[in-house]
């Protein structure tokens, strides 16, 4: 299986933000490190709240589409689901 996930992080000030990537510790690693995203460079630390993995790069970033559509109330449902797994 490929490594492709989709995910949502939740940022210190409690915003919520969403990506895909094939390498999910590094990405989590420059999220941190404030070099991955201008939009959490000032959000920082940021921790892992939902991931879900994929076969291709596609199906990752068609998740990624629908989940930043979603409304902040929807995304912690969603992070609800996860964390009682």
């Known amino acids: 299986m490929s490594d492709n996930y989709t995910y949502i992080l939740k940022c210190a000030d409690g915003s919520l933000y969403c990506g895909w990537t094939n390498n999910l510790e590094k990405r989590l690693s420059a999220h941190n490190a404030g070099t991955a995203s201008k939009y959490t460079r000032t959000r920082r630390p940021v ?32 992070i609800g689901m996860f964390e009682h797994k």
Request: no cysteine; hydrophobic share 30%.
């Open 47 to 78: 921790e892992l709240a939902y991931f879900e993995q994929f076969e291709t790069k596609q199906e990752a970033m068609s998740r990624e589409y629908h989940i930043k559509r979603l409304t902040r109330e929807e995304k912690l449902k969603v």
